[in-house]
């Protein structure tokens, strides 16, 4: 069918079109098709006028060619075959989207499986660390017992009446190096799990005295405060920020990795010197000044 009949000018015109239609029909699908050159528009206004000519020789067809049954389901294919397209089209992309959604939850489950087996190291790991310092602890309290059965007798009712040296007696036979016992397990967990993933790391030591511990190459880096970091602290709040900043401000500015740690350690430590975040926030002048000269 070939609309617009009514637009074509003269006969001459239509043979062309149709012509041209039939030829590329049977060239492209290899068959001679009958034509009907229509005007929709002259069907519709006037049925029954020369103009719809093609419309009723197109009618007559129809009626003579397809029985009921056929025109009943020529009538119905156009829109259930537009709803069957789109069924499918949205089919096949809700099946996409549950590909993805599988896919997702696959990643999920096999995330939650990596941290059970994760945390399960951890907790192994952190046993045997926690084993260790219960026994450093263990051995102070029996030193204790010691101190105090030996100390608290009525012969020593003098050496008791001294608490200075009762104190001091007590913190060299009893506390002994449990501290430094302590920090060391605590500082051997730190550098295990820094070695496993790399990274930096902060940490507070002895109150005001900090120290920056990263790992490079699998390279264990360990800087301590800078000399202003004695002092004793007034106010921690920040102190992590400034570290961070310090650092990532020696990282963009092309330091090596282990100056650029002694910067963060700086920055972190000379903002404990002020009360607030940002009252003591030194500079990267007073920074510098701090780490020293490369």
Known sequence: MINKDDVLDGEAARREVE???????????????????????????????????????????????????????????????????????????????????????????????????YEAEMRSEFEGHRARIENDLLQMSLRGEAFLDNHLRLVKIGEMLQGRRMRADFEKEVVADTPEKVGARVQEVIHRRLQDYGGVYTMAISGAKEVGLGVEDARLVRVAAPEAGVAPPVDTVGAGDAFDAGFLAGWLDGMPFE????????????????????????????????????
């Open 19 to 117: 012509t041209y239609v039939r030829s590329q029909v049977l060239r492209l699908l290899d068959f001679e098709p009958d034509l009907f050159l229509v005007s929709a528009r002259a069907g519709l206004r006037a049925p029954d006028s020369p103009a719809a000519n093609g419309f009723r020789r197109f009618r007559d067809y129809l009626r003579d060619t397809l029985t009921q049954a056929q025109r009943v389901a020529l009538k119905l294919r156009s829109p259930l075959g537009v709803a069957a397209k789109l069924a499918a089209d949205y089919r096949t992309t809700s099946d996409g989207r549950l590909q993805i959604l599988e896919e997702d939850a696959q990643a999920l489950r096999l995330t939650e499986k990596q941290w059970e087996a």
């Open 259 to 294: 100056r650029g740690l002694a910067l963060a350690v700086s920055c972190g430590t000379l903002s404990t010197h002020g009360r607030g975040g940002t009252g003591a926030q030194p500079t990267m002048e007073q920074a510098l000044a701090e780490v020293g000269s490369p």
